[in-house]
């Protein structure tokens, strides 16, 4: 069964410890990100990248809170690395064919932690073998900063007030004033504990299908949304191609399993997941969860993560941050910082509405007192290992 949380009431940022459980999830895989991007080289294997980052995610998890056995931690997201025009969810298994990066590659790196069921997910794009200081030009600079300005405006607009279709629009107007696109039907979902894909969410450059089957929604104060933004040079539709998926999430359905293989698959990954997603490949046996997965999914017991693909040649972006929407202004707590001044594109926003927006500070009121109190909670937990994890490997000169 889910592991949701048993309390009538269910627990929100509007507690200090849950707001510290988020924050210690997002330092983990903040320095998680920096350290697989450092391992994206000329000739490094997408395979080894992601076990490496999936190792690191365990890890980290697994040192603290050490105290409370019961409490459920791990990946909220196994690490996915997506190359030039593969849009999202590549993670491929010891069984199938790997990808090797080469220098111009467009790598996208996705990943979540979550600390008893609290996730913090982020996804950022780098170009293998780009130096940090110098200028990059043309339809990635095109590409890199619609992604970022859409990234600016969504943390404006995502405010207690605001309803989900007005930042659908403003993203729309961003990635246009650069010719790019966002990929169809992308959501960004509220999350809440041991739910990464929570009711409300924002749908980017939805068709008239997509607006009916996604109600307008309100975002209100002590909600957590994982903002995902997808953008595309191309025509900003995905399509599924030879790679199958392999990260997988547990439905709310229920049906009785007839295989044997597919029982010891589900009870393993009941287990060892709950509700969160996870890659075929952490299974203890790849083989028989590839063979137990299929009735799963064919009964609806699982939930795939399709690998898609934008047309050859185009270049698609992914930058994924998670926000807290707390009273005094939203947190952001994944995505490194980026720097626009490094891209030179032929385009700029002419909206004057978007403009202005950005021309607004994100800045939130400190609270003292109850930011000494969280920083006390962080201190208290991760002391309770006494091998903190750790977690910054320096990238070889």
């Keep these: 069964m889910a ?18 459980k988020y924050k210690m999830a997002a330092k983990l895989v903040n320095e998680i990100l920096e350290q697989v991007s450092a391992k994206c080289v000329e000739g490094a294997k997408v395979l080894e990248l992601c076990e490496f980052g999936d190792k690191l995610l365990t890890d980290g998890t697994a040192n603290v809170f050490k105290k409370e056995k019961e409490m459920k931690k791990g990946i909220a997201f196994p690490t996915c690395i997506s190359v030039n025009n593969l849009i999202c969810h590549f993670s491929p298994l010891r069984s199938e064919p790997d990808v090797v990066l080469k220098n111009g590659d467009v790598v996208k790196i996705d990943l979540g932690a979550h600390i008893d069921g609290f996730a913090a997910v982020v996804a950022h794009t780098l170009a293998v073998g780009s ?66 894909d929570g009711e409300k969410a924002i749908i980017l450059n939805p068709s008239e299908a997509h607006r009916k089957e996604h109600a307008k929604c309100e975002f209100d104060v002590h909600e957590v949304y994982a ?22 999430k547990k439905s709310d359905s229920t049906y ?9 698959f ?5 287990k060892k997941f709950s509700t969160m997603p996870f890659t075929i490949r952490s299974f203890e046996e790849e083989k028989k969860a590839k063979m137990g997965v299929v009735e799963c999914l064919k009964h609806d017991l699982v939930e795939a993560f399709p690998v898609l693909y934008e047309r050859d040649g185009e270049t698609v972006v992914q930058m994924k941050f998670t926000v807290l929407l707390m009273p005094n202004g939203p947190m952001k707590i994944t995505g490194p910082t980026f720097n626009p001044d490094l891209y030179k594109s032929e385009y700029k926003i002419e909206d004057e509405e978007i403009n202005k927006l950005l021309a607004t500070s ?28 750790q977690l910054v490997e320096k990238p070889e000169a």
Excluded: W
Excluded at 234 to 245: F, N, S
Excluded at 256 to 264: D, F, T, V
Excluded at 266 to 270: A, G, L, P, V
């Design 3 to 20: 592991d949701h949380d048993s309390d009538d009431e269910v627990q929100t940022i509007a507690e200090d410890i849950v707001v510290t």
């Design 266 to 270: 589900f009870s393993e990954m009941d």
């Design 256 to 264: 009785s399993l007839k295989m044997k293989a597919s029982r010891q």
């Design 362 to 389: 994100v800045s939130r009121k400190a609270n003292k007192k109850k930011k000494k109190k969280a920083v006390e909670q962080t201190q208290a937990a991760t002391t309770e290992s006494e091998d903190p994890p």
């Design 227 to 248: 903002l995902d933004m997808l953008i595309s040079t191309g025509e900003g539709k995905g399509r599924e191609r030879d790679a199958k998926p392999t990260v997988y």
């Design 131 to 196: 130096s940090k200081d110098k200028i990059i030009e043309g339809r990635l600079a095109d590409v890199m900063l619609a992604a970022h300005y859409a990234s600016e405006v969504a943390i404006r607009m995502v405010k207690p007030g605001n309803e989900n279709y007005m930042v659908t629009e403003a993203i729309q107007k961003v990635a246009e004033a650069f010719k790019c696109k966002p990929i169809e039907g992308m959501l960004s979902h509220q999350l809440s504990k041991q739910i990464i």
